[in-house]
């Protein structure tokens, strides 16, 4: 199988790589089958079972930056930014 699959593949290999590849393909399929035994149905009770509300930060009322210091950069200085129009 594994030389029908190089020939496919228009892979050359010795007979010393021929019966390493087939051991190596041999325990790829043998993991893939325990992979294949894995219960993964889907249980939404556990899904969430890593957040805890009580670990989010409280949310605390923090002052403003001032509109002055936030406007300094912008090229228009009556009190907004200007955006180029989008949409015509």
């Known amino acids: 199988m594994v ?3 190089a020939e496919l593949g ?4 010795t007979d010393e790589e021929l019966k390493k590849a087939s051991e ?4 790829i399929i043998e993991l893939m089958d325990t992979v294949k035994e894995i219960d993964v149905t ?3 009770i556990l899904d969430n ?3 805890y ?3 989010l930060r409280t949310d605390e009322k923090a002052e403003s930056l001032e509109t002055s210091k936030i406007l300094q950069n912008a090229q228009n200085q ?3 930014f200007v955006v180029p129009k989008v949409v015509e």
């Open 3 to 5: 030389k029908y699959l």
């Open 10 to 13: 228009k892979l050359e290999f």
């Open 53 to 55: 509300l009580n670990d």
């Open 42 to 44: 889907y249980d939404p």
């Open 49 to 51: 079972k890593n957040v």
């Open 24 to 27: 190596d393909m041999t325990s």
């Open 78 to 80: 009556q009190n907004c």
